[in-house]
Antibody, heavy 125, light 107 residues
Framework: EVQLVESGGNLVQPGGSLRLSCAVS????????MSWVRQAPGKGLEWVAN????????YYVDSVKGRFSISRDNAKDSLYLQMNSLTAEDTAVYYC??????????????????WGRGTLVTVSS | DIQLTQSPSFLSASVGERVTITCRAS??????LAWYQQKPGKAPELLIY???TLQSGVPSRFSGSGSGTEFTLTISSLQPEDFATYYC?????????FGGGTKVEIK
């Protein structure tokens, strides 16, 4: 069964740090790009970061650049998000997701096809 | 950054109705658009990618169309399980962005 299971969410004070993990099973993790997407309480979805299969390319939304770092350990089938200098605006459910990039009949396709259940990060004093 | 504007942000419809949601991009994104459905307390689920390709297992009452800057998600006959919030997402360039969402509620 394909599964993405996030962990590490917690209550943290402003300025603090947190490391989220995502354990993957049911597919060849090292063959896929991965994403983190977040959703503030009662708000819409916000893409946070992407990482290439081998970790050689990483992309971030501007609001987290320099504070968050996405990484992966393909030997452990795990994705991570290191979050530093947290503010109240980072309060959200953080989803780990599988990001698809493929070519079919000379057409390129991009989409997120699998999501974890999410882990809640609350930044508050 | 590419902005995606969904309309309406809220709609009330009856079972059996045809529903159309629009997603407008601030610049051309070719066909690099996906649609997701999210129910309360759950993770989003992929409905459509590449503007119009139905994800495996998604009912055929869902369809997508458009190109360039204007895209639509259509539900041909709304079912009770379709009451949810729908989001579009563009993949033309980073940062990847989502539309603000359309909440579909029972009339």
């Amino acid at each position: 069964e394909v599964q993405l299971v996030e962990s590490g969410g917690n209550l943290v004070q402003p300025g603090g740090s947190l490391r989220l993990s995502c354990a993957v099973s049911g597919f060849t993790f090292s063959s896929y790009w991965m994403s983190w997407v977040r959703q503030a309480p009662g708000k819409g979805l916000e893409w946070v970061a992407n990482i290439k299969e081998d970790g050689s390319e990483k992309y971030y939304v501007d609001s987290v650049k320099g504070r968050f770092s996405i990484s992966r350990d393909n030997a452990k089938d795990s994705l991570y998000l290191q979050m530093n200098s947290l503010t109240a605006e980072d309060t959200a459910v953080y989803y780990c997701a599988r990001y698809i990039r493929r070519r079919d009949s000379s057409k390129d396709y991009y989409y997120v096809d699998l999501w974890g259940r999410g882990t809640l990060v609350t930044v508050s004093s | 950054d590419i902005q995606l504007t969904q309309s309406p942000s809220f709609l009330s419809a009856s079972v059996g109705e045809r529903v159309t949601i629009t997603c407008r991009a601030s610049q051309g994104i070719s066909s690099y658009l996906a649609w997701y459905q999210q129910k309360p307390g759950k993770a989003p689920e992929l409905l459509i990618y590449g503007t119009s390709t139905l994800q495996s297992g998604v009912p055929s009452r869902f369809s997508g169309s458009g190109s360039g800057t204007e895209f639509t998600l259509t539900i041909s006959s709304l079912q009770p399980e379709d009451f949810a919030t729908y989001y579009c997402q563009q993949f033309k360039s980073y940062p990847l962005t989502f539309g603000g969402g359309t909440k579909v509620e029972i009339k």
